[in-house]
């Protein structure tokens, strides 16, 4: 174990390493996710301990509320318009990339559905085990969805022009990271007690955003500590092709891949809406309706120096939607030992 574990982090900071060297924005997390999938996928033994993982989101999420400033609070007030948007967003994309599985590559109905739900791999995962739907093809299409965003993020943006902010926040001292820290960690623990969507990595920048606030503690996390969670990050994700076989790969990245295209296609329309009647900034907003998982793209958008508290509230609202709303768009699907005897 020890063993595969210290490979997966030599292979994700190889790969990272490459595509900074390279400039790509984010490069760290990016490459350390393409090199560990790669490797996953042609059968090396990439693994991430689930400790391992919390303490990456707390990390995160601790140096992520550095980031609150006055201008997101001022922005703050126009997050409920740019919510509601986002929902609409939402039906859309889940309608349109059912309907493309289903007609183009003829999914059955239940795979479909899952397969093109945005953003909550976990839930949709459970969802897909009390469904007649067929798991591993829904798998493999929400875990390549997320690399998918993930890697080529960063690379859009810069082919764009896309300016990214640089960080100006100082270097906080020994003492209040380790403020930040104990606050995050806090933070992290309470949010997943009560079971709040991304809740160690959300819970962290709560808590970190307080203490900020507060002047308990002013400035950022080190940076080395920040190129060490991104390199381990990227690997968590890239972890998760772990046992998948090139023939199931084969059968399901076209029309994932085609999915994937449709429903950012969308999101990318309704961002540009909201951008348009709202005057919030293009990036921020895409990040916001991405279909990926709150804990992912919170972190690209603290990565590209952008505004995290902005992208992961609306992935949680999004996440508690699709949760709450679950029933209804698996009413049809369900395994028939599942549905309720009345």
């Known amino acids: 174990m020890a063993r595969n574990f210290i490979e997966t982090i030599i292979t994700g900071i190889v790969g ?10 984010a490069g760290w997390l990016c490459g350390a996710a393409c090199s560990v999938a790669i490797s996953a996928i042609v059968g090396r033994p990439m693994v991430m301990p689930n400790r391992l993982r919390d303490l990456i989101f707390i990390v995160l999420g601790t140096s992520m509320g550095s980031a609150l400033s006055p201008q997101t609070l001022e922005d703050a007030k126009l997050w409920p318009m740019s919510i509601v948007i986002l929902l609409v967003s939402v039906a859309a994309t889940m309608l349109a990339g059912a309907y493309y599985l289903r007609r183009v590559h003829a999914w059955d109905n239940a795979t479909a559905r899952l397969s093109s739900t945005p953003g909550a791999l976990t839930a949709v995962l459970i969802l897909a085990t009390n469904t007649v739907a067929n798991f591993p093809a829904v798998a493999l299409s929400q875990t390549l969805r997320q690399f998918v965003l993930i890697s080529l993020v960063p690379v859009a943006m810069m082919l764009s022009s896309t300016d990214i902010p640089a960080t100006a926040a100082p270097l906080a001292t020994p003492f209040a990271m380790m403020i930040m820290l104990v606050a995050g960690y806090a933070g992290g623990m309470l949010a997943t007690l009560i079971r709040m969507p991304g809740g160690k990595l959300i819970g962290a920048m709560l808590a970190s955003s307080v203490v900020h606030v507060t002047g308990f503690a002013e400035g950022r996390l080190d940076p080395w500590l920040l190129t060490a969670a991104y390199i381990l990050m990227g690997s968590l994700v890239g972890s998760r092709f772990k046992g998948t076989k090139l023939s199931e790969l084969r059968k399901v990245i076209l029309p994932a891949l085609g999915c994937i295209c449709v429903t950012v296609v969308i999101s990318v329309c309704f961002a540009l809406l909201c951008t348009w009647s709202l005057g919030l900034p293009f990036a921020e907003v895409w990040l916001a309706y991405a279909p990926g998982g709150v ?15 902005f992208v992961s509230a609306h992935h949680v609202i ?18 028939p030992s599942e549905k309720a005897v009345i």
């Open 295 to 309: 804990e992912a793209m919170t972190v690209m958008a603290y990565a590209l120096n952008l505004d995290p508290s």
């Open 16 to 25: 990272g390493l490459i595509l900074t060297l390279l400039g790509v924005p």
């Open 318 to 335: 999004r996440l508690l939607a699709l949760i709450l709303l679950s029933p209804l768009w698996t009413a049809n699907i369900v395994k």
